[in-house]
């Protein structure tokens, strides 16, 4: 039976309760230079001082009594049988594009040859490769060629960024359809914890896994207890926004507005959190070179119960005073206003906080011009160390996945 409080986000900046995240593992270990744009990496991590840093990430949570949880364990959590276990390997090696009956039957064998369900959980997130599984298939003529691909299922490497496969919005979930076939994987392990965790199943489905665009949770910000904005950017699409909200604005739901913010379709603006987060009431910080008019699009639900949809166009910072109805917000660029500043911080993700309680951010040490002008407009900060955990090209919001916050 689902518990009442197994998610409850209404907002950017309510006192953080209870955060999902994903420690990295050994697919960090499984990145070549070769296959880095492949596995959408601009670089490889150093394992090791990424776990560090990671797990200095979480001692922040839980030094401020956040509970922390892991999503290998909900994972594990959720395979309660061995019908839903088996069926779980099932799509796993489907999903892995393994095709041929042969390997399948040999994959499915060397997962149930695992004794313990969290090592098997972890090795799917792990990767595997050719050479790890010779005594369940033997050699194959391809392997003794030294051009062919290493791997046999690809590592997952994105998954520490928990928070694009799924996301919790007021007390139910969307589970994505991911832009890439690189990450569409890892929304499967989502998939299992909203239809079989004992906490998680029955949670609302606000959006599908199964749905023909894409849809990443990174592109979604809550900005209070009405108002959910959705970048429209290089991996959301508009279409998907426009089914998300015919599902979450409904009359038993307290959103009346979805803004569908159109951001460039870049890498650099890759989710509307790389563009804009919220650290407080009326204060947020934003990348550099956004543009001062910005497209946005209020799609509410009309009198006839349709969803109507109507365009305005103005500064990022009008569009947030309308919002939420403020006489004025105050948007703290990463990086100020010296462009050298900007673009190392902005790389780093300067402008991605991870907001845990109103006017509480956590942010990395690296971004410390940032971090200083944060501190001087009142924002009390909490650092974490970053130089591997960085490489991937995230920061805290993007590694983490809020369960429950208090409602402001």
Request: net charge negative.
């Amino acid at each position: 039976m689902l518990n009442d409080t197994a998610i409850k986000v209404y907002s950017e900046i309510g006192k953080l309760k209870k955060v999902l995240l994903h420690r990295p593992g050994k697919e960090l270990e499984n990145l070549m230079p070769e296959y880095l744009e492949r596995l959408l990496f601009d670089d490889i991590p150093y394992l090791e001082i990424a776990q560090q840093e990671h797990d200095a990430f979480a001692k922040i949570f839980e030094s401020l009594g956040i509970e922390v949880v892991y999503l290998e364990d909900l994972v594990v959590d959720s395979l309660l049988n061995d019908e839903i276990k088996l069926q779980f390997i099932k799509e796993y090696i489907e999903e892995a594009g393994i095709k041929e009956s042969r390997e399948s039957s040999m994959l499915k064998d060397y997962f149930l040859s695992f004794t313990s369900p969290k090592e098997m959980v972890l090795k799917m997130m792990e990767g595997i490769r050719k050479s790890e599984i010779n005594d369940y298939r033997g050699p194959r003529l391809a392997d003794f060629l030294s051009n062919q691909y290493p791997f046999i299922i690809d590592p997952m490497p994105n998954l520490y960024f928990t928070r694009d496969p799924f996301a919790t919005v007021g007390e139910g979930v969307s589970i994505h359809k991911m832009h890439t076939v690189t990450r569409n994987r890892e929304t499967l392990f989502a998939k299992y914890i909203f239809n079989c965790n004992p906490i998680y199943k029955g949670t609302k489905l606000m959006y599908d896994r199964t749905e023909k665009y894409s849809l990443e949770g990174g592109d979604i910000l809550i900005l209070n207890e009405e108002i959910v904005a959705v970048g429209i950017s290089q991996r959301t699409n508009p279409n998907s926004i426009e089914k998300f909200a015919n599902t979450l604005l409904t009359e038993d739901s307290s959103f009346k507005k979805v803004l569908a913010i159109d951001i460039p379709k870049t890498r650099a603006f890759m989710h509307l959190d790389t563009v804009f987060t919220m650290v407080d009431y009326d204060k947020f910080t934003i990348h550099p070179n956004i543009k001062s008019d910005i497209a946005v699009y209020v799609l509410e639900r009309g009198d006839d119960g349709n969803i109507k949809i109507t365009e305005g166009k103005g500064s990022l910072e009008d569009i947030l005073k309308k919002a939420l109805n403020l006489d004025k917000v105050k948007l703290i660029k990463c990086g100020g206003n010296s462009i050298i500043d900007a673009a190392r911080e902005q790389w780093n993700d300067g402008s991605n906080t991870l907001c845990i309680a109103p006017g509480e951010v956590i942010v990395y040490t690296r971004n410390y011009v940032t971090n200083q002008i944060l501190q001087q407009e009142g924002i009390k900060i909490y650092t974490m160390p970053s130089s591997e955990l960085s490489r991937g090209r995230g920061g805290p919001r993007c590694m983490s996945m809020p369960l429950i916050r208090e409602k402001i």
